[in-house]
């Protein structure tokens, strides 16, 4: 029910920033070990000042263009109602076959395939219903493109997907019902141009060199050991560089070995350029939600995000960006939660399995920050200790933009 919890938003506090971006560009995976590892809740860009962990104070300007956000926010209307059945996850019986297949029970629903061509021409029909179909794959993808993530890119029904829409809708000017509507979906067309929403890959000597790790073990200490917390096989890799659930991207492929270089495969055609001028971020807790507004209070995107939980809650007020770190070591501390039976501190290498992904935003709220993930199919449906959670390349696509000073408000 994210769209009612929006209804009851009590936005506070905004804070213009005009500090000079930080340096964000995607590094090449390459441990260096710093003089003095940060705490979990890693924060290394914590503002170590009287000004740290403190509320911003703001002008009665700054509150109005921040009441101008709250009635954006407000205009996201309830929608669980009318597309319950929708925005339910597909069942477990869910397959994907390579054979054309009418995607829905309704008689009117067009043949369509999970091949490069069906899902490049899957259109839009009635009453598309819940489940994994190539219309909302194509959707999937257009979403992306057009800011409004959907998280994992699967091809199926489920509340992130909805979520998406109704963003992209209160971006573009259309009622916002979370619903993919005819005018919806000529919208998104139009948005996408003449960019086919799936396109083929060659995978290359580089994809299969990696570097890879065997095996990613649970237990802090085991990690600790590591030199990098890379991924653990082509697919995943994959999935994250195309924004896709990998058991999503291997059903695309059934044939695949995903072992020799100039093997072909089916990938989304994606992108990641975000707005430069981001003027407020909005962690919105009932949502699950990361909105994204400019200095002209328009919304120009959105990320599914996983925002705290009830054992290690996001702080409440409002806060900002004190810089960007691609790539962070994470400091372990038994003082912040118990993993295992770890009660020493602990310092883990980078990579993106990392407990925070492989980038790191870091807020004036000390040891609390905007990070990526190891479970990138989890998002929104999980916990996190505190911190705000994206997919890895969400993360990256809004560290490679943020500049320090940006406010970030936290709402319930």
């Given amino acids: 029910m994210f769209v009612r919890s929006i209804l009851a938003l009590s936005l506070s506090c905004l804070l213009t920033g005009t500090a000079l971006a930080a340096s964000t560009a995607e590094q090449p995976l390459t441990p260096k070990k710093v003089a003095a590892p940060v705490e979990d809740p890693i924060d290394p860009l914590a503002v170590e000042s009287s000004a740290s962990n403190v509320e911003t104070e703001i002008s009665p ?28 996850a597909p069942t477990a019986t869910t397959t994907i076959t390579t054979a054309p297949t009418k995607v829905a029970s309704n008689p009117n ?3 369509a ?21 190539p219309v909302y794959a194509r959707a999937h993808v257009m979403l992306n493109n057009s800011h409004a993530s959907p998280g994992a890119i699967d091809g199926s029904s489920g509340m992130n997907t909805l979520k998406a829409i109704a963003s992209f809708q209160q971006m573009n000017g259309i009622k916002p019902t979370g619903e993919l509507t005819k005018e919806t979906w000529d919208a998104l067309i139009a948005k996408q141009g003449n960019k086919p929403a799936f396109v083929e890959y060659t995978l290359t000597d580089a994809d299969l060199k990696g570097p890879y790790a065997a095996s990613i073990p649970r237990d802090y200490a085991l990690q600790a050991k590591m030199k990098g917390l890379y991924y653990t096989r082509v697919t995943e890799m994959l999935g994250e560089k195309f924004h896709m659930d990998e058991d999503f991207l291997k059903k695309l492929n059934p044939k695949a070995t995903f072992k020799k270089a100039g093997e072909k495969i089916i990938v989304t055609n994606i992108r990641n350029d975000l707005p430069e001028n981001i003027h407020l971020i909005v962690a919105h807790k009932g ?7 400019n200095a002209q209070n328009q919304m120009v995107g959105s990320f599914p995000a996983t925002i705290g939980s009830s054992d290690t809650p996001s702080p409440t007020g409002t806060y900002k960006v004190t810089g960007v770190a691609p790539n962070p070591w994470y400091g372990y501390s038994p003082s912040n939660f ?30 609390f920050g905007i990070h990526g993930t190891p479970n990138p199919s989890a998002i929104s449906k999980t916990a996190s200790h505190g911190c705000i959670r994206l997919t890895n390349w969400d993360a990256n696509d809004l560290g490679r933009k943020v500049k320090s000073g940006v406010t970030v408000k936290f709402l319930e």
């Fill in 61 to 88: 300007q700054e509150q109005q263009d921040l009441n101008k956000a709250a009635d954006t926010l407000q205009n996201l209307e309830q929608t669980e109602s009318k597309n319950s059945e929708t925005a339910q």
């Fill in 287 to 293: 949502a699950k939600q990361l909105y994204l507004f």
């Fill in 338 to 367: 118990l993993q295992g039976n770890n009660r020493k501190p602990l310092s883990l290498p980078p990579g993106p399995n990392g407990p925070v992904g492989n980038i790191w935003i870091g807020l004036s709220k000390k040891s």
């Fill in 113 to 133: 395939s999970w091949t490069l061509d069906g899902m490049n021409n899957a259109s839009w029909y009635e009453n598309i219903g819940k489940g994994q179909f």
């Fill in 109 to 111: 629903a067009p043949k």
